[in-house]
């Protein structure tokens, strides 16, 4: 597609059930990362995918959080059992592999837990 | 490992004063730095970036920055603000393993 997507926009949830939250990245980007962006807060790293592997996953808070990447494309971002503070936008971004490009962001998923 | 430092995370200007938001990173060799701008309720949009070449980048709606090796900085600029210019800012470096790392954003403030 011309841009990365992330589905939904917003996402309000009850504590303890299960979300996902799928991104689509630029066609042809190797690289795929999701970052957490908490009120008033920077950019908290996830995890970063290089085609279908996950070489660098230091970021996600606890066992609760996963990610998986198909085909070098989609990614979804899965937390279960949602706690209040899981409430953030979670971006999405992709990259080439070459390193002098930028990563390109995602509009993010807005997750609300009540 | 490296990092991004983002000195004030709140800034103020005047409307037409000079705009400097102050990056600093640490690299064992050099990379390639950016700066991304986040409108509300919005994702992050390029503003400019460096890779090699010529240390003065110039970047979309009148900002700039300058790579200074020796002082491990790439602080973004611009003139004369102006009030559309009130967003986040985020500087970020990528190291040669694809791996961004952010800096943890300035606030931009601009008063009439």
């Known amino acids: 597609g011309a841009g990365v997507s992330q589905s939904p926009s917003n996402k309000v949830t009850e504590k303890g059930k299960d979300v996902e939250l799928r991104c689509d990245p630029i066609s042809g980007h190797t690289a795929l990362y999701w970052y957490r962006q908490s009120l008033g807060q920077g950019l908290e790293f996830l995890i970063y995918?290089?085609?279908?592997?996950?070489?660098?996953k230091s970021g996600l808070p606890s066992d609760r959080f996963s990610a998986e990447r198909t085909g070098g494309s989609v990614s979804t971002l899965t937390i279960q059992r949602t706690q209040q503070e899981d409430s953030a936008v979670y971006l999405c971004a992709s990259s080439s592999r070459q390193g002098h490009t930028e990563a390109f962001f995602g509009q993010g998923t807005r997750l609300t837990v009540v | 490992a490296q990092s991004v430092t983002q000195l004030g995370s709140h800034v103020s200007v005047s409307e037409g004063a000079l705009v400097l938001l102050r990056c600093n990173y640490s690299?064992?060799?050099?990379?390639?730095l950016f700066w991304y701008v986040q409108y509300p309720n919005q994702g992050l949009q390029l503003l400019l970036k460096y890779t090699t070449g010529a240390t003065l980048v110039k970047g979309i709606n009148g900002f700039e920055a300058e790579f200074k090796k020796s002082e491990t900085s790439f602080h973004l600029t611009k003139p004369s603000a102006h009030m559309s210019d009130a967003a986040e800012y985020f500087c970020?470096?990528?190291?040669?393993?694809?791996?961004?790392?952010f800096g943890s954003g300035t606030k931009l403030n601009v008063k009439p």
């Open positions: 970020a470096v990528r190291n040669n393993f694809n791996k961004f790392y």
């Open positions: 690299s064992s060799v050099p990379p390639y």
């Open positions: 995918f290089q085609g279908n592997s996950a070489p660098d």
